[in-house]
């Protein structure tokens, strides 16, 4: 299943799994169908593994900025900014996400398995690490993760579908458990990383709520009541933009989307996206496609 990235207003990603009542979701992402290669700086209220099929990508996790190389997995948890790009060294850069509530792992909040094992990480400082191959336990997981692919993609191939999923589930929790119990992986959140944080999620949500407006670092920052410098750091350290180039990316996304969505013309397209002028629009586009808008509609 390859997946189309959709952000609600608050850049958050409202996972939208196939059932309700078995809340595991997987994909496929081709970074050569986002913008720039780039799959936006996003989080989501879910757990997250990521696999790094055939590339390299750099990731970020809550700021911070990781090599992300071929046959590794990322781990993102639970509301935890995260962004990815590709190379351009590889034609069709892909990777395989593995998403679920931990809800599925046990709904029950009082009991002894998720006070123990659930509990103590979706809501601990972790904000992410990466499982590498030459770990034993980490390589095991990974492994899993390659049952879990083939698993979740042949679903009409098994009968008892959603046990044997649930059981990969709980053995790739439980080695997961074990390997943060015995390496203590980095990039911990602080109480100035929280705050740093939200800044940059407030951020987002301005551009994303804003976008098809004049929209100035100036009135960002006065709106968050952050000095200029202020907003440029932090952005840039969860996000590796500054907070205009990350407009003009969201905004030739949402254009791209609309050419491909709608009959408007292309110069309604660009001034509905905040372009100033339709040739403007059209060059910044072409910079960023390698096609005009009208190409890229065809």
Request: net charge neutral.
């Amino acid at each position: 299943m390859l997946r189309k990235l959709k952000l609600d207003s608050t850049n958050q990603e409202p996972l939208q799994y196939s059932e309700s009542t078995f809340p595991v979701e997987c994909y496929i992402d081709h970074f050569a169908h986002y913008v720039d290669r780039t799959m936006e700086t996003h989080w989501h209220n879910g757990i997250e593994y990521m696999l790094a099929l055939n590339s390299d990508l750099d990731i970020t996790i809550n700021g911070h900025f990781y090599t992300l190389h071929k046959g590794e997995c990322a781990f993102y948890n639970l509301n935890v900014m995260h962004g990815i790009r590709a190379s351009k060294s590889v034609e069709d850069p892909q990777s395989f996400g593995l998403f679920f509530s931990p809800l599925v792992l046990c709904d029950n909040a009082g009991s002894v398995v998720y006070q123990q094992y659930i509990h103590p990480i979706i809501y601990s400082s972790l904000n992410g690490f990466i499982l590498k191959p030459d770990n034993p336990i980490s390589s095991k997981i990974i492994q899993l993760l390659h049952d879990s692919k083939d698993v979740l993609f042949s679903k009409s191939s098994y009968y008892g579908y959603e046990l044997k999923v649930l059981s990969l589930l709980c053995e790739i929790w439980r080695l997961t458990s074990i390997y943060i119990d015995n390496y203590q992986p980095v990039a911990n959140a602080t109480a100035q990383n929280n705050k740093s944080t939200e800044i940059a999620k407030k951020i987002i949500m301005l551009i994303h709520s804003q976008y098809t407006e004049d929209i100035s670092i100036e009135q960002i920052s006065s709106e968050l009541y952050i000095s200029r410098s202020k907003c440029f750091k932090i952005f840039k350290q969860y996000t590796q933009k500054t907070p205009i180039a990350y407009l003009m990316e969201y905004r030739l996304k949402k254009a791209g989307e609309m050419l491909l969505q709608t009959d408007k013309s292309v110069t309604e397209i660009g001034t509905a996206c905040g372009f100033s002028s339709s040739s403007y629009f059209i060059k910044c586009f072409k910079e960023s496609f390698g096609v005009s808008p009208a190409k890229y509609r065809k």
